[in-house]
């Protein structure tokens, strides 16, 4: 068996989680599961509906709202890049301790239609955040264009010079390529500067295309790829040293809309077991081969997991340790509350588990 049966390492940090509207039938389930999969820190994702978190003031009325439902985690806040966020704006978010704004491109995955066209028209506010030190996140696709040849599995490699236009417009603007997906998209944050990261979820370093047109529940945005992609994935897992960390993207939908009768929404849930899911890829990618056992570093999965995501939004080190167990978990069939129905990734399967020390 690959890998040791049990891991010490600093508590988790999960730099991209969607929790929905708070207080709220959503939220109440998934909030709580953040710190039984390990994690004590999570950078909030501001996709809300009916209205997108864009001010500083619906910031932080979300931030109260996520205490009340767990005040033992720490909620790093977001807004949504959007025509009402002025230069002002950026610089009461800094001064509230907001961490970051994300965009979205129009069109490009849930709740983006209020999202951007072109980032033109927010030279002032890109100019503000980099002077002020607030994070870009980009949801790094655009939009399926049948004209433009863009379908879900290369609108994450039409993006990249999208990136690199910013970074060279805003050499000092703090980025995180969100969810990367692709070999391309790893080549080109690592070969960026140091301001420049990427997140990876737990679930793209197991799926692959053919798993989520075979699964709705495994279908999300930006879609899993190809073997290759998911190589250059948990290659990058293990050699990161600080270039890519954690972010979930874990993304709860109910069932309703994931086998309803309209499209299927985009996302994979993955909080309860996200550190558990993460080792599972990595056992399984040593057993195809696809990474270096030995690469599997007890330093290696402390930064990935908690340390670099932590150093990149200067985040103190964590504070408490956890052990994580091979086969210490099994995953429910759903999660339900107030006529919500949430079916996890890897439902009835056996994971890692998490105890926290
Ligand atoms: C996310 C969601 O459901 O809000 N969905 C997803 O497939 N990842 C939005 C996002 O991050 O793209
Ligand atoms: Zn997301």
Known sequence: MPLQDSYTLPAAADMHVHLRNAPGPIASLATPTIRRAGIDTVFVMPNLAPRPVVSV????????????????????MSLYLHESITPDVIR??????????????KGATTNS?????SFDPFHDVLKAMEEEGIVLNLHGEVPSSAADGVTVMNA??????VLKGLVEKYPKLKI??????????????????????????????????????????????????SPEDRRALLNAVVTSNGKFFLGTDSAPHDITSKKGKGNTAAGVFTQPYAIGYVLTALEEAITR????????????LAGFLSGY????????????????????????????????????????????????L
């Open 156 to 161: 994450e490699i039409r993006f990249i010079p």
């Open 57 to 76: 003031a619906e910031a932080l009325a979300y931030k109260d709202a996520l205490q009340q439902l767990d005040s033992s985690v720490t909620y790093l």
């Open 113 to 117: 239609q209020w999202g951007v066209v």
């Open 92 to 105: 009461e978010a800094k001064r509230a301790g907001i961490a970051g704004v994300k965009a979205y491109p």
């Open 309 to 356: 995501g932590r150093q990149f939004y200067g985040v103190a080190p964590a504070a408490r340790q956890i052990r994580v167990t091979r086969g210490g978990a099994r995953v429910e069939e759903s999660l339900r509350g107030e006529g919500v129905e949430i079916v996890p990734f890897r439902a009835g399967e056996t994971t890692w588990g998490v105890e926290w």
């Open 289 to 300: 081969g696809d990474i270096a056992e030995a690469s599997v570093t007890e330093d290696a």
């Open 176 to 225: 995180v390529l969100e969810h990367c997906t692709s070999a391309d998209a790893v080549e080109a944050v690592k070969a960026l500067g140091e301001n420049v990261v990427g997140t990876i979820t737990a679930h793209h370093l197991s799926l692959l295309v053919d798993d989520w047109s075979a699964n709705v529940h495994h279908y999300c945005k930006p879609s899993a790829k």
